[in-house]
């Protein structure tokens, strides 16, 4: 049963999107928020505290937040005040000896006992449903029987329909989409990507389609506001035009290929910053090389370290991939777009970058032609979108009114059967 208060859709209050009320845990204390998600840890550096776990943190001044995500995870940036991380193993391409079912029954072992240890008072889950293998499946059944709260937070664009119903089409994901998540926040915009329209089996589950209440729309996660970066041009004093290309952290260097290939064709009207965040795009070992070569002559590197709100709040355009969390950060800082969507394994930058470009809020181009890049840079600094198409980027303050909302309702324990998964 939930509380008539909770109320997704109230106005948020700045700054994060503080609590509307005094979060307290269910035995009066501070709250305990236990987020499980493979990228909650993650961010746009290895290792670096994602969006969502530093929006709670800032969101919730009391809480303890205990982050649970896949090990091995290079800590490269310290973890906020009251954050700590658990990894977990035997996660995919993960080397621990053992079988596949060895390693999900480990994980699922160490998700339950810690769960139990931690008590948390709300459970957010980033973007998969039932985690690997279906590991969340008995701990969401769990915090059902407990009174835990739960939040699903899913992304604007979760993949081509054809594999997420193959992926989450069979019973028991269905039983967490109606029953097992108190809400669903889509960290995302009707108007860019609408999941319960574009995915018709989600809208065909009782409670999301047609309820307000068990699912809504919080605009893009992104930090609250730029930082003040714009004091400098990171040593560059140039006054043409800045084009900034951001290669991914899992790129393996075609992106950085396709562009000085397109930057070498003939002098371009711009300068182009780099800022290598992949090992095999712009590690050392690959920098000397393109040092030697010559590549880089009128190519400016910045360290993968740099602030990536300070680097855009200087550039006239960029370049980059189509992955959620640099997205989100270029459409909150309304920078000129041209993204070159990786097209495998998954498609959901893909759809990402196609449904952006049929907006005119980015321009998109699929292919290695740097011909074709280099024309549609030009047209990107030459004819930027309108300010006043840009998607709502307040989801870091939806989201912890959301959370906020659910932690100041009733606890309510529901009678459920217990799963027996089977591996």
């Known amino acids: 049963m939930r509380s008539a208060a909770f109320d997704p859709f109230a106005p948020a209050s700045p700054r994060w999107g503080r609590a509307r009320h005094p979060a307290r845990g269910r035995d009066g204390g501070s709250p305990r928020i236990l987020v499980f998600g493979n990228e909650s840890a993650g961010g746009r550096g290895a290792g670096s505290p994602s969006a969502l776990v530093r929006a709670l943190a800032a969101g919730f001044p009391g809480a303890g937040v205990l982050a649970v995500a896949d090990a091995p995870q290079r800590v490269s940036s310290p973890l906020p005040a009251r954050v700590e991380f658990v990894g977990l193993p035997g996660g995919p391409g993960s080397s621990l000896p053992g079988s596949p079912t060895f390693r999900l029954l480990l994980r699922r072992s160490l998700l339950q006992s810690t769960f139990r240890s931690f008590a948390p008072d709300l459970l957010v889950v980033d973007h998969d449903v039932l985690g690997h293998g279906g590991e969340l499946s008995s701990l969401l059944r769990e915090a059902r029987r407990r009174g835990t709260r739960t939040l699903l937070v899913l992304r604007d664009v979760i993949g081509a329909p054809q594999a997420l119903l193959r992926d989450w089409g069979h019973a028991e994901a269905r039983w967490a989409l109606r029953e097992g998540y108190d809400h669903i926040l889509v960290l995302g915009t009707r108007e860019v990507f609408d999941p319960t329209v574009e995915y018709p089996f989600l809208s065909g589950l009782s409670g999301l389609s047609g309820s307000t209440e068990r699912l809504s729309f919080g605009g893009y996660l992104a930090p609250p506001e730029m930082e003040a970066a714009a004091s400098g041009r990171h040593g560059l004093r140039s006054e043409q035009r800045r084009v900034l290309v951001l290669d991914d952290e899992s790129d393996d260097g075609a992106l950085l290929e396709l562009v000085l290939a397109a930057h070498g064709t003939r002098t371009p009207g711009w300068e182009t910053v780099l800022v290598g965040r992949s090992r095999e795009g712009c590690g050392p070992a690959r920098r000397w090389t393109l040092e030697r070569d010559g590549l880089l002559a009128g190519v400016t590197l910045l ?5 990536l709100s300070a680097c855009l709040s200087t550039c006239d355009a960029v370049v980059s991939g189509a992955g959620y969390n640099v997205v989100a950060e270029i459409v909150r800082a309304a920078r000129p777009a041209v993204l070159v969507p990786r097209l495998d394994p998954r498609r959901e930058e893909e759809i990402r970058a196609t449904r952006l470009a049929h907006l005119g809020l980015a321009r998109s181009v699929f ?12 047209r990107a600094l030459n004819h930027p979108p309108p300010i006043d198409g840009i ?33």
Request: with cysteine; proline share 14%.
């Open 391 to 423: 998607p709502c980027t307040e989801g870091s303050a939806r989201l912890c009114r959301v959370a906020g909302d659910l932690l100041s309702s009733p606890f309510h324990p529901v009678r459920v059967p217990y799963h027996h998964p089977v591996s």
């Open 367 to 378: 292919g290695s032609n740097p011909t074709e890049l280099r024309s549609v840079i030009e």
């Open 303 to 307: 360290d993968s370290d740099e602030p």
